[in-house]
């Protein structure tokens, strides 16, 4: 059997594979609650075999939210939702996980797809519209050159106390709604990403300067996170491992980082890079598997991502120590089925990850056929 489809247990969960769908912004919610939509998107991922399927970006308060359409998981409300969701991955014997989210300077954003804020006045109530001036370590504008950032406000000791106080109780509703895996969303320039960057952190206080206080914010939030989140499931945090960027955050400091939120419980590290700035690594297959790797090195256990489409890439990288998880992003939406078929190349005539609806179906085709037989 292939490292790839092979369990693997952290804590108390024991995944069915190392397939990891990465998590997706949907701009699909309003008021941040899920609906049919990440019903459907989040479901087929279990039906084509993946072992952990990770939700969007979920805003931890309702200024944190990258846009007014992503989900949210700062009131009670939002649980029943999500707990039908997460229901139906488990049916389906996927492990279900979510990223806690807070975009800092990088919220109140257009939907994706729209250009700009171009909602109609009729159209504004109808998609729950809202845009709002976002909070930052620093009162600095994220450099674009696209026109759809704000100046934030910065933020004060007590906004920071009450933003780690709510990635606390996101987990404690995440919990409540079933998940197995909070990770919380320390990447790709959102606020704790900007508080590690001395790029986007200018502040003079306890929370910038110095390498160790522009960690601080980051490691507060796991130690709140991990003390509401049961000791039972595992909690990941997914990094820019660098900011690719002149003076930005670099390896080398992941490398610390990594080191100070394994000591606190964090199990796993998602090694993503950028978004902090301009960034200066060019996209390529495979290319932040060697991030992933450095902070392996540290003792972390890890999650690569970025372009790995290969089942014989993303086994080679398991088989090489560079990472113990892959996640897919852009993969997993053009094939929900990836594991399925990645199963079938890299472990012959296996059919267990097919739902059992279609499985002897697919099995008795390929007869037919004289294919795919083991
Ligand atoms: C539609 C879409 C939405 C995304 N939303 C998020 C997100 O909510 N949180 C996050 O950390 N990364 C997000 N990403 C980045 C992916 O998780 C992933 O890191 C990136 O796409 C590289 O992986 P890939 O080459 O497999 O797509 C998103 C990517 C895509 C394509």
Not at 85 to 106: C, D, M, P, T, Y
Not at 164 to 176: L, P
Request: glycine share 8%; charged share 20%; proline share 5%.
């Amino acid at each position: 059997m292939s490292l790839l489809f092979s369990p693997l247990t952290l804590r108390e969960l024991t995944l069915r594979n190392r397939a990891v769908v990465a998590p997706m912004c949907q701009y699909s919610a309003q008021h941040g609650f899920a609906n049919d939509w990440h019903f459907v998107h989040l479901g087929r991922f279990a039906l084509g075999g993946f072992g952990l399927v990770i939700m969007e970006a979920t805003g931890v308060l309702p200024e944190g939210r990258i846009s007014y359409a992503d989900l949210g998981l700062w009131n009670d409300d939002h649980v029943g939702p999500l707990k039908h969701i997460v229901e139906f991955l488990h049916h389906e014997n996927s492990a279900a996980g979510i990223q806690l989210a807070h975009a800092g300077r990088k919220a109140s954003t257009p939907v994706a797809w729209r250009h700009g804020f171009d909602e109609t006045e009729e159209e504004k109530p109808k998609v729950a519209f809202e845009s709002w001036t976002p909070v930052a370590p620093s009162a600095i504008i994220h450099p674009s050159s696209a026109p759809i950032y704000t100046t934030p406000r910065e933020m004060t000791l007590d906004d920071i106390a009450r933003t780690v106080q709510a990635f606390a109780d996101a987990a404690r509703r995440a919990d409540e709604a079933g998940f197995d895996v909070v990770e919380i969303h320390g990447a790709h320039g959102y606020l704790i990403n900007q508080f590690l960057s001395p790029l986007a952190n200018h502040r003079t206080d306890q929370y910038g300067g110095s390498r160790e206080n522009r960690m601080r914010f980051a490691l507060e939030v796991a130690r709140a996170t991990r003390a509401a989140w049961p000791e039972q499931k595992p909690l990941f945090m997914r990094i820019s491992a660098t900011d690719a960027a002149d003076g930005g955050w670099q390896v080398e400091d992941s490398v610390v980082l990594a080191r100070e939120l394994t000591a606190l419980g964090v199990d796993a590290i998602h090694v993503s890079s950028g978004g902090v700035s301009s960034y200066m690594l060019k996209a390529a297959p495979l290319y932040q598997v060697p991030l992933a790797k450095a902070i392996k090195e540290t003792g972390a256990t890890t999650i690569a991502v970025g372009l790995i489409n290969d089942p014989n890439d993303a086994e080679m990288i398991l088989e090489t120590s560079e990472a113990d998880l892959v996640a897919f992003a852009r993969g997993a939406l053009e094939d929900p089925n990836w594991p399925i078929h990645a199963h079938h190349i890299l472990d012959g005539g296996e059919y267990d990850l097919w739902p059992k609806q279609a499985r002897e179906r697919i099995r008795a085709k390929d007869r037919a056929l004289g294919i795919r037989q083991a």
